[in-house]
Nanobody
């Protein structure tokens, strides 16, 4: 079974940057939307950003101008460049791939911790 593997999380000081990656362990045909979610302690999971197969993007208002989502369709890989990080960005970040045949794939999550 194909899995999504996230990497790039860690501990960073406020104002720093991290780049998250999410790669599929095998081939996933017809990926429509790739999405980053996050879940902070005691809060519900929320959508951070997504990108369609045509390159259209959506961002949570609070991350606009700080985060950039991108994808490499040939490699079935998703990225999230996070700049000017704040403590409130601390969360577990999850990736999701949604295919045209309505199949969902989820990553296991990667911890991002921003210290003040």
């Amino acid at each position: 079974q194909v899995q999504l593997v996230e990497s790039g999380g860690g501990l960073v000081q406020a104002g720093g940057s991290l780049r998250l990656s999410c790669a599929a362990s095998g081939s996933i045909p017809s990926i429509h939307v790739m999405t980053w979610y996050r879940q902070a302690p005691g809060k519900q999971r929320e959508l951070v950003a997504d990108i369609t197969s045509s390159g259209s993007t959506f961002y949570l208002d609070s991350v606009k101008g700080r985060f950039t989502i991108s994808r490499d369709n040939a490699k079935n890989t998703l990225y999230l460049q996070m700049n000017s990080l704040k403590p409130e960005h601390t969360a577990v970040y999850y990736c999701n791939f949604f295919t045209y045949n309505k199949t969902n794939y989820w990553g296991q999550g990667t911890q991002v911790t921003v210290s003040s």
